[in-house]
């Protein structure tokens, strides 16, 4: 076969052809008119941030990432507890520069019910943050706070979270 050439064939944004962009989903996110909250995972790090959106690119309002969790003395990876700090985290941030409300936006990951994603959610809404979620998609609080995790990881969190609730 050959591929589709001719008057009527339409070449799709390059961002959709590389699976990076669900245009559908962004701009029902975008009629909403509040901003999104954006949450995205690698094999390292979780990253969190906040924009609005702007005519000329979207406008970050705060953002952060897991590895930056390395400062305040937890070892900031891609795992559950690091994602809901990073999202507590970077909530405190927003809510300091005047953001009230969110909505959610994973991308084109994958919504597993109890995931990495959603703990991140958890975080920021802890901090005040008003996001529409069903309780029955977040992880246990167990997992949240590190108890599966060998070693004193449990200890940690609860430092961290002490750090992160007085930053403004």
């Known amino acids: 076969m050959t591929k589709a050439t001719g008057a009527i064939f339409q070449v ?21 008119g509040k901003v999104r909250m954006i949450v995205r995972k690698t094999n390292k790090y979780v990253y969190v941030a906040f924009a609005n959106f702007d005519l000329l690119g979207d406008r970050i ?10 400062k305040l003395g ?10 809901y700090l990073t999202g507590l985290y ?4 927003a809510k300091g520069k005047g953001v009230t ?14 995931g990495l994603l959603f703990a991140a959610l958890k975080g920021a809404s802890d901090c005040g943050i008003k996001i529409p979620f069903s309780d029955s998609i977040l992880p246990d609080e167990n997992r949240l ?3 599966h995790l060998e070693g004193d990881g449990a200890l940690k969190f609860d ?8 930053v403004k």
Do not use: W
Request: charged share 30%.
């Open 12 to 32: 799709h944004f390059r961002r959709r052809r590389e699976g990076r962009t669900d245009y559908q989903k962004r701009l029902s996110h975008l009629k909403s």
């Open 61 to 70: 309002i705060a953002s952060i990432t897991s590895k930056s969790l390395l």
């Open 74 to 83: 937890y070892p900031g990876k891609c795992n559950t507890p690091s994602a």
């Open 90 to 93: 970077c909530g405190m941030l």
């Open 101 to 114: 409300q969110a909505v959610l936006d994973i991308g084109r990951h994958d919504a597993t019910k109890g």
């Open 145 to 147: 706070a590190g108890r």
């Open 159 to 166: 430092e961290c979270k002490g750090k992160i609730m007085k």
